[in-house]
């Protein structure tokens, strides 16, 4: 069964700081693996998708990078803004399409 | 981009009463959806997955009597809570895919809070 975990849990940053999120998961036969972003009683958007047999994503200030044979992800978030305060989960989407998730970091951006 | 649609957004009902909760896919055809739930500070946990026009597959210690998964066409699902109970109340979220796509990516909804008395 694949078991998703993100460090830290909880991370909080002066505004302007880079925030580096990372995930980890322990079977590396993925088919792709996915950030989201989910505001306070809110839904799910996606940040970024990188597929297995990519190494990196970009999307603006958003970075993610993915080592499939070690497990790892990173999500990078450049000058942060009090604006980029949710909590940040990581999904991986295993061989039998199944998603598995992360308990998620939860950010905050001091102004 | 793909866009999921849940509705109600938020549902408070009586314990004992049921619940239907609808999923639907606006501008793409899902041959796959599936239904998470998510209780508070914790993430989301897969409930079960439905493809279009077959019985839904549970996770395991989901009981399927009491959520009741249709699929009836390729964009809408339904979920209903059956006898809900105050231990129901939880967001319960729903995605959708198309099989066919290239990166079988799932498109999430927007969520439905639900409230049990």
């Known amino acids: 069964k694949q078991e998703v975990t993100q460090i830290p849990a909880a991370l909080s940053v002066p505004e302007g700081e880079n925030l580096v999120l990372n995930c980890s998961f322990t079977d590396s036969a993925i088919y792709n693996l996915q950030w989201f972003r989910q505001d306070p009683g809110k839904g799910l958007t996606s940040l970024l998708l990188i597929q297995s047999s990519q190494r990196e994503q970009t999307s603006g200030r958003l970075n993610a990078s993915l080592d499939k044979s070690s497990g790892r992800s990173t999500l990078y978030i450049a000058a942060s803004q009090p604006g980029d305060s949710a909590t940040y989960l990581c999904?991986?989407?295993?061989?039998?399409?199944?998603?598995?998730f992360g308990a998620g970091t939860t950010v905050t951006v001091r102004a | 981009g793909a866009v999921v649609s849940q509705h109600p957004s938020w549902v408070i009902c009586k314990s004992g009463t049921s619940v239907k909760i609808e999923c639907r896919s606006l501008d793409f055809q899902a041959t796959t959806m599936f239904w998470y739930r998510q209780f508070p500070k914790q993430s989301l946990m897969l409930m079960a997955t439905s493809n279009e026009g077959s019985k839904a597959t549970y996770e395991q210690g989901v009981e399927k009597d009491k959520f009741l998964i249709n699929h009836a066409s390729l964009t809408l699902s339904t979920l209903t809570v059956t006898s809900a109970h105050p231990e129901d109340s939880s967001f319960y979220i729903c995605?959708?895919?198309?099989?066919?796509?290239?990166?079988?990516?799932?498109?999430f909804g927007p969520g439905t809070r639900l409230t049990v008395l």
């Open positions: 999904a991986v989407l295993s061989n039998d399409y199944k998603l598995s």
């Open positions: 995605s959708a895919s198309n099989r066919g796509s290239a990166h079988n990516e799932q498109f």
